[in-house]
C-alpha cells in the first residue's frame, strides 16, 4: 500500500467518525503536529502529539475547537513513504460560531504500513480570527 493510500484511509475514518478503525494505521511512536510544534495555551491542537494516545489527544482538541464542516481534498501524491495532501477546509469554531476557512496542505511519512508522522497546515491567522 502507498504512503497516499494509508494516509486515505486514516482520512476517510476519521471524516467518518471510525476514529478507532482510524489509529490502527497509527504507529505507536507516530508524531500529530497542527502548524506548531510547540504547545499553545490558546490552541489545544498546537504541540507534538505522540503515539496512539496523541493521536486521540490531538484529534480530542480539534473537536473541542471545531465543529467539523467541508474538508476538500485537491490532491494527494507521495511514494511508498511519504505523502502530501492539499485542499480546504471551512469549519465553524464552538466557541464563537464563527466560520474558520483556509486552504490546508498536510505532509505525512508512513513506515511498515502506519503513520509516523501527520504534520498538518492552515491558515492559523483564519483560526485565531474565528476564535475570537
Known sequence: MTAVAT???FLDNV???ALEQ???CVDPQARFISTNPN???NNPVHGTFVGIEGAKQFFSGFSELLEP???HVEAAFGDTEHAAFYGTLRHKARTTGKEFASDWALIGRVKDGRI???HFYEDT???????R
Open 7 to 9: 494516509f486515505q484511509t
Open 15 to 17: 471524516f467518518s467518525g
Open 22 to 24: 482510524a489509529l490502527a
Open 39 to 41: 504547545k499553545n495555551p
Open 69 to 71: 464542516g467541508d474538508f
Open 116 to 118: 509516523t508522522l501527520y
Open 125 to 131: 491567522e483564519a483560526l485565531w480570527n474565528a476564535l
